[in-house]
């Protein structure tokens, strides 16, 4: 059994603060989540209220991993895609703190978001993770399946171009 819980957040205080904390320890570590090093926290708090606004709306599922009162870990699931994709959503913003990595939180965190797309009718999920140092490794172990990889696709938070690889992986009845 995990030393940890996953839920849906909301855009209750404590929780946005947390999660402005996980976005900038992340970025500091080299995490490749849209972001440049040193992230200031009035724009990590300006993606929470969008990610949370959305996820209040319907447009996005955002997880967290919780250890008592403390979120460990986070990844979103979209959902508001144009209206010739219901059938598929996108995972994204998948961050784990330093001191949680290895322990099974993101795999959770990942097989929640698969499951709540199942339960919303989806039969596809696509993701993208950094060439260098993404979590490549994580998503092919949970059987996402590489679909290529774009060269020099953006910045590592410390300055650099790093490549994408991007993912896709059938679920629910599109599974069997």
Same mark, same amino acid.
């Given at each position: 059994m995990p030393d940890f819980a996953i839920r849906p957040l909301g855009p209750d205080p404590a929780t946005h603060a947390m999660l402005c904390e996980l976005l900038v320890e992340t970025v500091a570590h080299g995490g490749s989540v849209g972001f440049m090093h040193p992230l200031a926290p009035i724009y990590a708090a300006a993606f929470w209220d969008g990610a949370l606004g959305a996820a209040a709306r319907g447009g #996005? %599922? @955002?997880?967290?991993a919780w250890v008592?009162? #403390? %979120? @460990?870990?986070?990844?979103?699931?979209?959902?508001?895609?144009p209206p010739n994709q219901p059938h598929r959503a996108e995972?994204?913003?998948?961050?784990?703190?330093?001191?949680w990595r290895g322990r099974g939180v993101a795999r959770a965190l990942l097989e929640t978001a698969e499951a709540l797309a199942i339960e919303r009718g989806r039969t596809l999920l696509v993701l993208d993770t950094a060439s260098e140092e993404g979590a490549a490794g994580l998503y092919e172990k949970c059987g996402y399946n590489c679909a290529g990889?774009?060269?020099?696709?953006?910045l590592k938070p410390r300055?650099?171009?790093?490549?994408?690889?991007?993912?896709?992986?059938?679920?629910?009845?599109a599974a069997r």
């Open positions: #996005r %599922i @955002v997880l967290g008592d009162d #403390r %979120i @460990v870990g986070t990844v979103s699931l979209i959902l508001d895609l995972i994204a913003k998948m961050m784990t703190r330093v001191a990889e774009i060269p020099d696709f953006a300055g650099g171009l790093t490549g994408t690889k991007l993912y896709w992986k059938r679920i629910g009845s």
